[in-house]
């Protein structure tokens, strides 16, 4: 009888345990390790074929699906300005407010000037010509310098989906034609610098403000990559894109440094070779598709111009002489990148 009450009570009193989420399970199995969370921004479209940003978090997401690190880490990604102005968000990386940000190199400038030197008008030659530099050696001293001085680590390079020419609403053929013209840049000193050399009024303003700015006749034109421009219907305002090609912009993949440090010794490396794995997916797809783009800019009413590069490049040439004097420690990196042939 004294057996039956009291196994009576003890029934009573597990059910109510288990009524308030006390109770311990009967059957307890591997502990579920938290699931890291990361925020990955960009400021261009969510255009899954002309958008850098989505194409390199469509490839990330893929690579962490087929690596060990599957239901460990998950990525959110967050396209079109939705955390900010890249000003704002690079700060915010910096921070470890925002975790990782796919961007030119452009906007990490602001940050530590020095990163500026890929800025420099004509400095590459080809995006292939870059990734041999950046194998050699080129790239070591920027991520250094950026990681020292901002803590964000550039954890892979890919590139921007083509280089960057001058898409405007009168044709450009030549410096002369160029004079005057407010033509977008990046809010970066440097490529401001090379478009005033090349003739242009050189207008910075944030990516996310230049689809308005042409609307309203703010500015005459801009100066980006084929596949941004259809992304972004920029077209729809200019209708002259000269092919100028005056830089060859590296996208940079951001990481904070405090998300890095959050992962495990084993879990970081993890990441960092599928990040590198990921962009180079991004940059066999940023050539193919750099193409395909400028026959759509054809196809949508824009003139496009085999301009006199030439011209351009002999007005832009004294650019990096000045900056390497500004700044010595980029000399190494200049010199390599200009004795770096494919």
Same mark, same amino acid.
């Given at each position: 009888m004294s057996f039956s $009450? @009291?196994?009576?009570? +003890?029934?009573?009193?597990?059910?109510?345990?288990?009524? =308030?989420?006390?109770?311990?399970?009967? !059957?307890?199995?591997?502990?579920e390790a938290a699931v890291l969370k990361l925020k990955l921004s960009s400021s261009q479209a969510n255009d899954p074929k002309f958008a850098n940003g989505r194409v390199y978090y469509d490839n990330l997401v893929k690579q962490i699906a087929a690596s060990n690190l599957a239901g460990q880490i998950e990525v959110a990604f967050f396209p079109d300005n939705q955390l900010g102005q890249e000003i704002d968000v690079i700060n915010s990386v910096? !921070?470890?407010?925002?975790?990782?940000? $796919?961007?030119?190199?452009?906007?990490?400038? @602001? &940050?530590?000037?020095?990163?500026? /030197?890929?800025? +420099?008008?004509?400095?590459?030659?080809?995006?292939?010509?870059q990734t041999k530099a950046f194998d050699a050696g080129a790239a070591a001293p920027i991520e250094q310098a950026l990681l020292k001085g901002s803590n964000i680590r550039i954890i892979a390079w890919a590139y921007n989906f083509g280089s960057r020419s001058v898409l405007a609403r009168k044709a450009v053929n030549n410096p002369d034609d160029l004079a005057g013209l407010k033509i977008r840049t990046l809010p970066n000193p440097v490529i401001t610098e090379c478009?005033? !050399?090349?003739?242009?009024?050189? /207008?910075?303003? #944030?990516?996310?403000?230049?689809? #308005?700015?042409?609307?309203?006749?703010?500015?005459?034109?801009?100066?980006?990559?084929?596949? =941004?421009?259809?992304?972004?219907?920029f077209f729809e305002t200019a209708k002259f894109y000269s092919l100028t090609q005056h830089n060859f912009s590296p996208?940079?993949?951001?990481?904070?440094? @405090? =998300?890095l440090n959050r992962m495990p010794t084993a879990t970081r490396e993890a990441f960092t070779d599928i990040t590198r794995k990921a962009a180079a997916d /991004?940059?066999?797809?940023? &050539?193919? $598709?750099?193409?395909?783009? &400028?026959?759509?800019? *054809?196809? *949508?009413?824009? /003139?496009?111009?085999?301009?006199?590069r030439e011209a351009f490049r002999k007005r832009v040439l004294p650019q990096s002489d000045a900056f390497v004097k500004a700044r010595p420690e980029a000399k190494p990196v200049v010199d390599l990148i200009r004795a770096t042939s494919v």
């Open positions: $009450v @009291n196994r009576r009570h +003890l029934l009573r009193s597990s059910a109510a345990l288990a009524a =308030t989420g006390l109770a311990a399970p009967v !059957l307890i199995g591997r502990a910096k !921070l470890g407010v925002i975790d990782m940000m $796919v961007s030119g190199s452009s906007i990490a400038a @602001n &940050l530590v000037p020095v990163v500026g /030197t890929y800025d +420099l008008g004509y400095l590459f030659s080809s995006f292939p010509q478009l005033r !050399l090349m003739g242009a009024a050189a /207008t910075p303003m #944030a990516f996310g403000e230049i689809y #308005a700015a042409l609307q309203a006749g703010v500015l005459d034109g801009l100066e980006h990559d084929p596949p =941004t421009i259809v992304a972004s219907k996208l940079a993949i951001y990481c904070s440094e @405090n =998300t /991004t940059r066999a797809h940023g &050539l193919a $598709v750099e193409k395909e783009a &400028l026959v759509q800019l *054809k196809d *949508k009413g824009v /003139t496009v111009i085999d301009c006199d």
